[in-house]
């Protein structure tokens, strides 16, 4: 069965400094999510893109944060001068359209832990 | 905006024993809900969903849900638990056209 795979699993970067996580989503879905979870929290979305442009997004999602996907296959998430409440677990997601892609499941990747010192 | 309640941080049941995970939800129109498992070290995965019709869904590995629009409520179900279903449960709404909400997560416990 297809995945959604992210790199890497595990991330530790200095406080203010950039980092870029990586997916690639499920070959023939269209939208693409972002998502984070704190350690213990609840699974928050950030942001979703589709069309090469983003469709929705959190207030979460502030001007530190930026996607791109700058080929066929990847899809990014840049975070630049990281804080240390930046740290969690980000989730990648794919889903088809099929119709109402507001019904469609979402497939998620494993997850990259950003560690912020 | 839509919200999603579950009221058990923590279930724990029998192996062998019918289990339920409790989620409540509250959206301003049709819901569309999911439910998706957790398991340690590893992304969430999709066990079924609710878009429209019947109110009992059947989904993955044995489990089913049952929409109750009454109640708002849309409740994790397996008539036989396993151990292998120790995990962490998040149900999820979703309004046409916004983003997927969350609740906080069931961790689910069965015991041998």
């Known amino acids: 069965e297809p995945e959604v795979t992210q790199t890497p699993s595990h991330q530790v970067t200095q406080m203010g400094q950039e980092v870029i996580l990586r997916c690639v989503p499920i070959?023939?879905?269209?939208?693409f999510y972002w998502y984070r979870q704190i350690l213990g929290q609840k699974v928050e979305f950030l942001v979703s893109?589709?069309?090469?442009?983003?469709?929705?997004k959190s207030e979460i999602f502030d001007d530190q944060f930026s996607v791109e996907r700058p080929d066929g296959s990847n899809f990014t998430l840049k975070i630049r001068s990281t804080k240390l409440e930046d740290s969690a677990m980000y989730f990648c997601?794919?889903?088809?359209?099929?119709?109402?892609?507001?019904?469609?499941?979402?497939?998620f990747g494993d997850g990259t832990r950003l560690s912020i010192l | 905006a839509q919200s999603v309640a579950q009221p058990e941080d923590q279930v724990n049941v029998a192996e062998g024993n019918p289990l339920t995970v409790k989620c409540t939800y509250s959206?301003?129109?049709?819901?569309?809900l999911f439910w998706y498992v957790q398991y340690p070290n590893r992304g969430l995965q999709f066990l079924l969903k609710?878009?429209?019709?019947?109110?009992l869904v059947k989904g993955s590995y044995g489990f089913e849900a049952e929409f109750n629009k009454s109640q708002t409520s849309f409740h994790l179900k397996k008539p036989s638990a396993l151990v292998s279903d120790s995990a962490l449960y998040f149900c999820?709404?979703?309004?046409?056209?916004?983003?997927?909400?969350f609740g906080k997560g069931t961790r689910l416990s069965v015991i041998a």
């Open positions: 959206v301003s129109g049709n819901p569309y």
């Open positions: 999820a709404v979703r309004d046409i056209g916004t983003p997927l909400v």
């Open positions: 609710y878009i429209t019709g019947d109110n």
């Open positions: 997601a794919s889903s088809d359209t099929g119709g109402d892609y507001s019904n469609q499941p979402q497939h």
């Open positions: 893109f589709y069309n090469n442009e983003i469709s929705e």
């Open positions: 070959s023939n879905h269209l939208y």
